[in-house]
Each structure stands twice: as structure tokens, then as C-alpha cells.
């Protein structure tokens, strides 16, 4: 992979987190994406949420798989975990290191020819299995490295840049996240950092499966007229239903708003998120309400973006499969193997 590092230093009177971190500190090397490419704002908006969430950077496993939008894992976070691995195939890498080591924060990011064509299947297997992550879809409508196809998110009558119309059905993640059961499902653009950063903080701090859906134009293949993934169609057709105010610790709430205005969320944690309500009649907490609201709304060519949905009392595929609290990889074979006695004794059971 090509990669241009950045050179250390930095003015010292930087702002620091509560760690004593830079923004800096939770930079990588210097993108080779095409200038302009949605991918970017993605990556300096996680960039953004891990320094104002004071996140120490070696708890954090960020997996990707192929794509321009894999390839981004290289830009942000440069001294945590990584791992680029094969197309489509993020989400089964990213299962096997959570449940071998439960204790470290997983980010996902993939593309939607990563997720919704060759990944498909993995996509959905990992959010029916209620994995703990972030998983991040950076999704322009077509497979921007191997130079524009349109991909299996794209919709139906959008055209290419050479004006090929798409005559296949577009698969909506969101909803497809939604019907598997995730527990935290958001859609933002990639021009919107206001909206986008709280997003990512929200979900780093669910347990369970968070999944956002991120329309990110392609500005090399996708951002022409007849695109519905162009910077112009998405800012018209934006439809927010809510925006994350502020994430706060288990310090009680003390700012003051007005009733069914604001939504506070408690978390498992302890940890409350309070949600601004933009359209009265979007309620987050309802699975099959939104559902309903998403596919009306698409139906008129809207982008709904916010927190669509969040299940407060969450929990993850460790407390489904009733794991032990340490994470296995840091087991002993004394914990491990339980001896001949209770061997012997499950295997005359299986006779
Ligand atoms: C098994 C396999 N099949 C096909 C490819 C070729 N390929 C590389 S990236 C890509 C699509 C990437 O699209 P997307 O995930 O949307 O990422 P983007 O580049 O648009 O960000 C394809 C088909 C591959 N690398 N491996
Ligand atoms: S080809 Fe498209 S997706 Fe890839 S870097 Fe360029 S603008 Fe971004
Ligand atoms: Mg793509």
C-alpha cells in the first residue's frame, strides 16, 4: 500500500485531550486518495471523535477490507491495532479478534462494494450476531478503486458518469442493519462533521452492534448529474431527523431543555446521550417505526440521516454466548482445559 508519512512535529501550545494527546496523536500518514474524496472528512471525523473521547489509541482495533475506503484505516489512528484485510471479508476478521480480546475498541470501515456486494453475506452475519464495534460504510455507490462501476447500493435509475442507467436494484444497509436486529444504526454524509462526529462517539460508546451508514461521494466517478450519491443530490435531498447534542460521562444532565424536545438515552453504562429531535415524528427507540419511515422517505428520493435507531439496554455476542468477563487471549491453560476428569465425562455424555 503507498503511503506518505507526516512529519512529527507539531506547535506545541496544541489543544490536549484528557489524556494529554494532540489531535496529531491520532493522525496516520498523509492520504493518497484523490483530493476532494468524501473518504477523507470520514477519516478526520473519527480522527476528531477518538481525541474529544479521550480514547487511549493502542485500545483501538480498526479493520478494513478493500477499497479506497479500506484503504483509509491508514490515515487516521497510526498507533492503534490494524488490520487491512481481504475484500468483503472485514466482518469475520473483526468477529474472531472481539472474541478473542474482548477488552479492545472495534472499528470497522469498508466501503459498500465491500459490504453490500462481495461482504454481503459477512455484513449481515456480524450484525445479526450483535458484534461490539463501530462498522463504518463509506458509501459512494460504486467501486471507486477498480475506477466506477456501480455498485449494489447504487440506485435503481441513477446513471454513471459515462450515463449508463442503473437498472438493478440499490440495497439499503441501513435497512437491511435495521431487519437484522443491530442495536445502533445512523446514516451521515461526509459533508456534514457536525453531524457525523457525535455519531461516531455514540457509537463508540454502544455496546453492541453501532453500524453508520456514511454517503460519501466519489468525486472521480460519482458526483455528476443523474448520481444520487453526488455532494449536490445528497445536500438537497438531506432529510435529518435528529442530531446527538452532547455525549456526557455519568455526570448528571444539567443542561436545560425543552421537554420532548430532547431525548436523553440512557446507556448500559450508565453513560447518557441526549438526542435533539428535528422531526417530531421520529421516535429512535422504534425499530419498526423506522423502518416505516425510512422506506416512505426513500420512496421520495430522500436521504434520512441521524440516529435512527438505538436500543439503550444493549448488549453484545460475548453476553449471548456467555463469556467468561477476562478476554480469552489472556487465558492460561489452567483456566482453559479443565481436566481428564470433566474430559472424560463429556465425552461419555456425547456417547
Ligand atoms: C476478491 C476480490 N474481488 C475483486 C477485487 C477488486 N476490487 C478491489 S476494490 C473493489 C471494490 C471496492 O468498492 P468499495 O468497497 O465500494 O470501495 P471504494 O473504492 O468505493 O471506496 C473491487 C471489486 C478484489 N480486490 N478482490
Ligand atoms: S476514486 Fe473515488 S473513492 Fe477512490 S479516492 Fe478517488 S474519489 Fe475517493
Ligand atoms: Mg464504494
Known amino acids: 500500500m503507498t503511503y506518505l508519512t507526516k512529519p512529527k512535529f507539531h506547535h ?8 494529554g494527546y494532540t489531535r496529531r496523536d491520532y493522525e496516520a500518514s498523509t492520504s493518497t486518495l484523490c483530493a476532494g474524496c468524501g473518504h477523507d472528512s470520514i477519516s478526520a471525523a473519527i480522527i476528531e471523535a477518538c481525541y474529544e473521547l479521550s480514547i487511549e489509541p493502542h485500545r483501538v482495533a480498526k479493520i478494513s477490507g478493500i477499497g479506497c475506503s479500506s484503504k ?41 462494494g465491500d459490504s453490500a456486494s462481495i461482504g454481503f453475506g459477512q455484513f449481515a452475519h456480524v450484525m445479526r450476531r450483535g458484534v461490539n464495534m463501530t462498522y463504518i460504510v463509506e458509501n459512494n455507490g460504486v467501486y471507486g478503486l477498480t475506477k466506477g462501476q456501480f ?19 440499490g440495497i439499503d444497509l441501513v435497512a437491511i442493519a435495521l431487519q437484522l436486529g443491530a442495536t445502533f444504526v445512523a446514516r451521515s454524509f461526509s459533508g456534514d462533521k457536525t453531524q457525523l462526529v457525535p455519531l461516531i462517539k455514540a457509537a463508540i460508546e454502544h455496546r453492541g452492534a453501532a453500524f453508520i451508514d456514511v454517503i460519501s461521494p466519489c468525486i472521480a466517478f460519482n458526483n455528476h448529474a443523474g448520481s444520487t450519491r453526488s455532494f449536490d443530490y445528497v445536500r438537497e435531498h438531506n432529510e435529518a431527523v435528529n442530531s446527538l447534542d452532547i455525549l456526557l460521562g455519568r455526570a448528571p444532565i444539567t443542561v436545560d431543555y425543552e421537554p420532548g424536545k430532547v431525548i436523553p438515552v440512557e446507556q448500559h453504562d450508565g453513560k447518557t446521550i441526549l438526542l435533539r429531535k428535528l422531526n417530531d ?18 420512496a421520495k428520493g430522500e436521504i434520512v440521516t441521524g440516529l435512527l435507531y438505538i436500543e439503550a439496554d444493549s448488549d453484545d455476542l460475548h453476553a449471548h454466548i456467555n463469556t467468561v468477563d477476562a478476554p480469552l487471549n489472556t487465558l492460561g491453560e489452567k483456566e482453559l482445559c479443565p481436566g481428564r476428569a470433566v474430559l472424560d465425562r463429556m465425552n461419555a455424555a456425547l456417547r
Open 12 to 19: 506545541p501550545e496544541l489543544p490536549k485531550n484528557q489524556l
Open 72 to 112: 483509509t484505516p491508514d490515515y487516521f489512528l497510526g498507533n492503534s491495532h490494524g488490520f487491512n484485510s481481504v475484500h468483503g471479508r472485514m466482518p469475520s476478521v473483526l468477529t474472531g479478534a472481539n472474541l478473542a480480546n474482548r477488552d479492545l475498541i472495534y472499528l470497522g470501515v469498508s466501503g459498500d
Open 151 to 169: 455498485s449494489a447500493t447504487a440506485d435503481r435509475g441513477s446513471k454513471s458518469k459515462k450515463g449508463v442507467v442503473n437498472t438493478d436494484s
Open 281 to 298: 415524528e421520529y421516535d429512535p427507540s422504534d425499530r419498526l417505526a423506522a423502518q416505516n419511515f425510512l422506506q416512505r422517505h426513500a
